[in-house]
């Protein structure tokens, strides 16, 4: 079993910046990949990033590459999602994610998640 806890969001300017993490509980963090998911008022929850369980790989959504930056620290159970140059079409709820096989958290049909965090991008 997993538990993750991700950080407040917040509101920031267009053209900001905000760091969220993602706190996992368990001693098995590093077998895990994780991904980072978010969803717009009244959108399909829509997929972010993912990084792999050693953080090797990475990969991003269109609308985030070159914004967003997906990290992990497998000592302290945390990944963490920096994100750039904020747009309003970025308000969302957050939600962070995990499970074992890479795959899954691409196609986000996760086994474990977060409660969400609500971050808003002002104009």
């Known amino acids: 079993q997993v538990q993750l806890v991700e950080s407040a969001g917040g509101l920031v300017q267009a053209g900001g910046s905000l760091r969220l993490s993602c706190a996992a509980s368990?001693?098995?963090?590093?077998?895990?990949?994780m991904g980072w998911f978010r969803q717009a008022p009244g959108k399909e929850r829509e997929f972010a990033a993912a990084?792999?369980?050693?953080?090797?790989?990475?990969y991003y959504a269109d609308s985030v590459k070159g914004r967003f930056t997906l990290s992990r620290d497998n000592a302290k159970n945390t990944v963490y999602l920096q994100m750039n140059s904020l747009k309003p079409e970025d308000t969302a709820i957050y939600y962070c994610?995990?499970?074992?096989?890479?795959?899954?958290?691409?196609?986000?049909?996760?086994?474990?998640w977060g409660q969400g965090t609500q971050v808003t991008v002002s104009s």
């Open positions: 368990g001693r098995t963090f590093s077998s895990y990949s």
């Open positions: 990084i792999s369980s050693s953080g090797g790989d990475t």
């Open positions: 994610a995990a499970d074992q096989i890479y795959g899954t958290v691409l196609a986000g049909t996760c086994a474990y």
